[in-house]
């Protein structure tokens, strides 16, 4: 294991009259000696030498982070600390923040936290928010400190459950897109959504936290994107899933407030992104919210009957992704929804007339069931939004692979990240027909690939040639570009899909006890 910091212990002569060499040399010539050539010391710890060093008699240890060409000096402490070696790992997500400290020396993970990213506040979406930075220079300081307030509530979090101090840590590993990170470095990210989508940097590289403004010591590596909506966060996740090794082909589809899918193998690897995810993750709907707790996570219906389960069991205040994905899988499965979407009326007495909506909902929580004393529903427009989300994610699949020239089948596994995605039961996600209909052995959820990649990283530099070949081998695809995008969206709004070939479990689970909705017309 070698991580990017090492701390050296040294003991030295002080300076004497017969030996009146700098205290800066001194220390230099030593990590010389032990093969640590080209070390960099920055002013910042140039001043801390004096009377530091003097004081503990040169009795003293040394950390160290490697860069491409340089080690560069982040500590100088008194004694041997070589014991104490930290360093930190990050998910930099536009929705949430998750950060771990992680032991260098023996790999565990001493402590994890999350929060929500401060920048919310300015727009749930990215979008929103790169229209906010560009309306004022004082609003692109709003979206930075937003940021670094999250950051430095982590770092208190972690050194509060830990013991450690975890502001003090050499080195920080960052995963998060191109947009997060321009946000971060307060740069303009319109570059990032405007033709021709030339991202201001790519590779930001090394950056000290407290050049950031963060209240952390060390320094961070910021790992590059592959292209302006392919970004470092999907390239950390596929360092946990060495998709660039495999012989045959598969896919890594990362749905967040994003959606970001790479197909590929040894021999190639193809990428693409598209705003697939806030609705997925329930940012739709009066009622739609992220997971917490009395968020509606799971809907059963039986018939005309339904039931629901809520996190931590709490009284539903609203519905989440996974039971959003839930709800209209069952509803179209017990025939509360045709194939295009459309409420039923008469399959069951909790789809209603809501007149101040001016159209049918279905209640997934009765008035009673509800902690606010209101029914919680899901309107007929909170259904059409959804399936134009839904369509969006089955889209940039369908045309990835055509791109690809395979067939779905031809995939040899499907790896799904995000909370979305580790949360939600595959077989609702495959009936209202986000994934392909693929046999489900084929499928593996995994909760956060971002933070993975941030932490193998952090633990193993080596990677970091990994990480270099994905950027420089993947090839991104605009789906904008692609002249058919919209009329193949608009074959997959319906669940799960106008051509039901594509979808032979689902049909099957219709033909079973819904016969009459197979053969449905689309209207």
């Known amino acids: 294991m070698q991580s990017f910091s090492e701390k050296v212990y040294l003991i030295l002569p002080p300076p004497s009259e017969d030996d009146p060499v700098s205290d800066h040399e001194r220390i230099r010539q030593a990590l010389a000696g032990q093969g640590y050539e080209q070390v960099s010391f920055p002013l910042h710890i140039l001043q801390t030498l004096y009377p530091l060093c003097r004081d503990c008699g040169f009795d003293i240890t040394v950390t160290l982070v490697i860069r491409a060409f340089d080690w560069v000096v982040t500590a100088i402490e008194p004694g041997d600390t070589r014991g104490t070696h930290y360093g930190l790992a990050v998910d930099y997500g536009s929705t949430t923040v998750v950060m771990e400290l992680v032991d260098l020396t023996t790999g565990n993970v001493i402590a994890q936290e999350r929060e929500v990213n401060g920048q919310v506040i300015y727009g749930t979406d990215i979008l929103t928010r790169i229209t906010y930075a560009l309306e004022s220079s ?19 979090k972690l050194s509060e459950q830990s013991g450690i101090n975890a502001t003090a840590c050499p080195i920080m590993i960052l995963s998060g897109n191109t947009t997060m990170i321009h946000f971060l470095m307060k740069l303009n990210a319109w570059s990032v959504f405007a033709s021709p989508y030339a991202p201001v940097t790519a590779d930001p590289g090394w950056l000290w936290g407290r050049e950031l403004g963060m209240d952390f010591q060390g ?32 896919m890594f589809f990362d749905i967040g407030t994003n959606g970001e899918l790479v197909i590929g193998n040894k021999d190639w690897l193809i990428a693409g992104a598209g705003a697939a995810g806030p609705a997925l993750e329930g940012y739709i709907s009066r009622f739609g919210m992220r997971a917490a707790d009395g968020a509606v996570d799971t809907v059963k219906i039986d018939g005309s009957q339904l039931t629901f389960t809520t996190i931590n069991g709490q009284p539903p205040i609203g519905i989440c992704g996974s ?20 409420l039923e009326p008469d399959a069951s007495d909790r789809i209603i007339f809501l007149d101040e909506e001016q159209e049918y909902t279905a209640v997934y929580a009765t008035a009673d069931e509800s902690a606010t004393g209101s029914p919680l529903y899901f309107s007929q427009t909170d259904i059409d939004q959804y399936l134009d989300t839904k369509a969006a994610a089955y889209t940039m699949v369908d045309c990835l692979l055509e791109t690809a020239g395979i067939n779905a089948q031809d995939l040899a596994h499907c790896y799904l990240s995000g909370a979305f995605c580790a949360h939600s039961d ?63 969206m608009q074959a997959a709004k319906f669940i799960p899909h106008t051509d039901m070939n594509r979808y032979p479990s689902v049909v099957k689970k219709l033909s079973g006890d819904y016969g009459d909705h197979v053969t449905e017309n689309i209207e």
Request: hydrophobic fraction near 45%.
């Open 219 to 250: 320094m961070i590596y910021v790992i590059p994107a592959a292209s302006n909506y392919v970004g470092g966060d999907i390239v950390s996740g596929l360092l946990t899933l060495d998709l660039h090794k495999e012989k045959e082909p598969r």
């Open 323 to 342: 039971g959003i994905i839930d709800l209209l899988a069952q509803m179209r499965l017990n025939g509360w929804i045709n194939i295009a979407g459309k």
């Open 138 to 156: 004082s609003h692109v300081d709003d979206l930075q400190t937003a940021t670094v307030q999250t950051f430095d509530q982590l770092l208190s």
């Open 426 to 488: 595959l077989e609702s996600a495959i009936t209202i027909g986000i994934f392909p209909d693929l046999p489900r052995e084929k499928y593996t959820a995994l909760a956060n690939t971002s933070l993975d990649g941030a932490r193998a990283l952090l633990l193993d530099r080596m990677r970091l040639q990994d990480v270099y070949y994905l950027t420089g081998h993947m090839y991104c695809v605009q789906f904008a570009s692609i002249p058919d995008f919209l009329i193949r």
